[in-house]
């Protein structure tokens, strides 16, 4: 029989459904594989394997009643800035290192209404601001195709966890790319839905207006059953949309016979990889062969995204990460009876290098004498780049593009240059900054790594790029890849 751990979650779902397998066989057997590699990849923070068998065991007996659901019994790991109750949520930094939230983020409440088993807490990069899963308070992340390189940030953990084999798929959270990267530098598919899909109550905010939560899997299928569970309106999220939930797994019908997909110009830029450039262009062509229509076109404010996020995104971080103080929660240095001398060591001690660099960036940017030149400018370019994917909408169904210019790089090789680094997400930031949905899914290898390919929709068209993705992963060899791990 094959290995648990390997198979798809529709694959379990029926095996458990038909009662061929226990939920607590299926999570033991994820918690072996944890146990057996876990050490050179060190994708979680946490195991909580006491508590995901306690699950599990919950899950067979709703199973046995006839009550199965296509995630009961199925084990998932979440990323470690989304709230569990009585579960430690660190944000990957020391601020917060012995934090134990009292209650659940809406997302988790769902997964659990729906009989889903928590493995653990996926490393990320601190608070979500990383492009590598280096900048973790407590270790990087290894990319599991080859352990001398980074699985991309800020969900590293996660995509890392879901291509070894940790973890059937993933929670994770997408500011500027930190789904869709790290999902296309690890070989799996990563879904960006339209921003107020799915509720961010419980997700400890880095930047408000961009921050999105979304699912990780082994394939497209995959991350359409979990969408359905986790999207949806919430009144405890003020940014939450009315909209009734489709069912995602019904859109996927593979035929994408007369859509048209429109090729960006700028996005296929200098900087990217010739390998990366040829997988990509051969993918266009195969969906081209399926019978979709090609258009180029062209965005042309998104050279300015990047500017554009880095002042709006470190303004908001900035705003939003002024409350870790350690007068009322948190890490807090004790040593003065100085309020003010406290504040700055803890804050000082409390976040690591990048955090402190994007706070100093976002409240420059909004001080006094400098708002109008940087924050409101940034304000008025993101109006922009909103308005050209809008007019581009209007004559093609969804974009593809690369996710990412580069593929995986070793560790190390651009931490000490936070532009060079920044400039690897030039391909998912107009994304967020737009608001859209986007999908990443593996389209082939460079130099023995994966290379992401990136389908981008209007909003609420997740449907629509999911079976675009659906048609070109049924019609390919890339998805479900499992790297060799020594």
């Not at 988790?108 to 807490?121: C, F, N, P």
């Not at 680094?421 to 930031?429: E, G, K, N, R």
């Amino acid at each position: 029989m094959v290995e648990l751990w390997k198979l798809s979650l529709a694959e379990m779902h029926g095996l458990l459904k038909e009662k061929s397998i226990s939920s607590v066989e299926l999570t033991q057997s994820y918690l072996e594989r944890i146990n057996s590699i876990d050490s050179e990849i060190k994708s979680y923070i946490t195991v909580c394997g006491d508590f995901a068998l306690k699950q599990a065991g919950e899950a067979d007996r709703r199973i046995a009643k006839g009550e199965c659901e296509k995630l009961t019994g199925i084990p998932v790991q979440i990323k470690d800035l989304i709230a569990t109750k009585d579960i430690r949520t660190t944000c990957g930094s020391n601020m917060l290192a012995d934090y134990v939230p009292v209650f659940n983020a809406t997302c988790v409440e769902r997964l659990y209404e729906a009989g889903a088993v928590l493995l653990g807490k996926g490393n990320m990069d601190e608070f979500g601001m990383g492009s590598s899963c280096e900048n973790s308070a407590f270790y990087a992340t290894n990319n599991p195709w080859d352990k001398n390189r980074i699985p991309g940030g800020s969900s590293g953990g996660a995509a890392a966890a879901v291509a070894s084999g940790q973890a059937p798929y993933a929670i994770g959270s997408d500011t500027g790319g930190s789904i869709r990267q790290p999902a296309a530098m690890c070989g799996i598919v990563g879904l960006k839905p339209t921003y107020g899909l799915v509720s961010r109550y419980g997700l400890v905010a880095y930047a408000s207006s961009f921050d999105q939560i979304g699912p990780m899997g082994k394939n497209v299928e995959d991350c359409a059953a979990v969408l359905e569970v986790i999207s949806g309106y919430d009144e405890l999220d003020s940014t939450s949309l009315q909209r009734p939930t489709p069912s995602y797994s019904d859109c996927l019908d593979a035929n994408i016979a007369g859509v048209r997909l429109g090729i960006p110009e700028e996005y296929f830029s200098d900087g990217m990889e010739n390998g990366v450039r040829e997988r990509v262009i051969s993918a266009v062509e195969k969906l081209k062969s399926m019978g979709a229509i090609i258009v180029p076109v062209s965005l042309p404010t998104t050279k300015y995204a990047l500017a554009c996020y880095y002042i709006l995104a470190p303004s908001e971080c900035s705003a939003n990460l002024a409350r870790y103080d350690g007068v009322k929660y948190g890490y807090s240095y004790q040593d003065t009876e100085d309020m003010w001398e406290a504040m700055g060591v803890t804050r000082s001690q409390g976040f690591g290098m990048e955090v402190k660099r994007r706070i100093m960036l976002g409240t420059y940017a909004l001080s006094s004498g400098y708002y109008d030149a940087f924050y409101l400018k940034a304000q008025k370019v993101r109006t922009l780049i909103r308005n050209d994917f809008d007019a581009v909408f209007q004559t093609v169904d969804a974009l593809v593009a690369p996710t990412s210019p580069v593929v995986a790089f070793e560790h190390g090789d651009r931490t000490d240059d936070p532009v060079r680094m920044y400039s690897i997400d030039v391909c998912t930031l107009p994304v967020n900054i737009a608001g859209l949905p986007a999908v990443s899914l593996p389209c082939g290898l460079s130099d023995g790594l994966p290379v992401g390919l990136q389908i981008i929709g209007p909003h609420f068209s997740e449907g629509n790029i999911l079976n675009i993705a659906y048609a070109y992963e049924r019609d390919t060899e890339w998805s479900g890849a499992i790297p060799v791990i020594d």
